[in-house]
């Protein structure tokens, strides 16, 4: 069994930054692709990011791409998020999630994968 924990979330002013941290635990070992979401109020969960750690390829929705970026951080088995030029519509909540039989190429859905972390409030705001 896995466990993710997600921390970095705060408030930021538009243009902005901020590193999301997505840090596992347990069988490790055993899952490959490591996603971010995200959940506006009122809206769907929105897969944006994703990372697969057999070939490091990655993954971005087109409304993060140029803007964030995901990268792995082996020495302390994290996947981190880096946001820059925020804005407000990026406001919600992020989770990162995983799943042993996932592989992440061209869309990510919510529905693929079974272990989540709890979530992360991102505030986008002047």
């Known amino acids: 069994q896995v466990q993710l924990v997600e921390s970095g979330g705060g408030s930021v002013q538009p243009g902005g930054s901020l590193r999301l941290s997505c840090a596992a635990s347990?069988?490790?070992?055993?899952?490959?692709?490591i996603a971010w979401f995200r959940q506006a109020p009122g809206k769907e969960r929105e897969g944006i990011s994703c990372i697969n750690r057999s070939d490091g390829s990655t993954y971005y929705a087109d409304s993060v791409k140029g803007r964030f970026t995901i990268s792995r951080v082996n020495a302390k088995n994290a996947v981190d998020l880096h946001m820059n030029s925020l804005k407000p519509e990026d406001t919600g909540v992020y989770y990162c999630?995983?799943?042993?039989?996932?592989?992440?190429?061209?869309?990510?859905?919510?529905?693929?994968?079974?272990?989540w972390g709890q979530g992360t409030q991102v505030t986008v705001s002047s």
């Open positions: 999630a995983t799943d042993p039989d996932m592989y992440c190429d061209s869309h990510v859905d919510a529905g693929d994968f079974t272990t």
């Open positions: 347990g069988f490790t070992f055993a899952y490959n692709a």
